[in-house]
Nanobody
Framework: QVQLVESGGGLVQPGGSLRLSCAAS????????MAWYRQAPGSQRDLVAI???????IYADSVKGRFTMSRDNTKNTVYLQMNSLKPEDTAIYYC???????????????WGQGTQVTVSS
């Protein structure tokens, strides 16, 4: 089994910054990719950013230039630095990972429990 644990959410004023973390632990041979999604009340869960094993990243248009996703392979951890936050960034942020668990268990998708980000004055 693999666990994804997010942290770093909270309440911030518009224009402020937050840094989210997502740490993967458990039966991990390698990590194909990790991603951040977000879900606002009454809305679907949308992709925010994704980082491949190569380190290349893709961002949603709504966060380009404001959010930066990075990874620390030694810790199986990814980060989402969120700057110039707007009220419309308010959502629960979820971490997702595709984990290679080796020859017998193959590749599995895992989700974290989510962390609340609220942008409000």
């Amino acid at each position: 089994q693999v666990q994804l644990v997010e942290s770093g959410g909270g309440l911030v004023q518009p224009g402020g910054s937050l840094r989210l973390s997502c740490a993967a632990s458990g039966s991990i041979f390698s990590i194909d990719y990790m991603a951040w999604y977000r879900q606002a009340p009454g809305s679907q869960r949308d992709l925010v950013a994704i980082i491949a094993s190569s380190g290349s990243t893709i961002y949603a248009d709504s966060v380009k230039g404001r959010f930066t996703m990075s990874r620390d392979n030694t810790k199986n951890t990814v980060y989402l630095q969120m700057n110039s936050l707007k009220p419309e960034d308010t959502a629960i942020y979820y971490c997702k990972a595709q984990i290679n668990q080796g020859r017998y268990n193959g590749r599995q998708i895992y989700w974290g429990q989510g962390t609340q980000v609220t942008v409000s004055s």
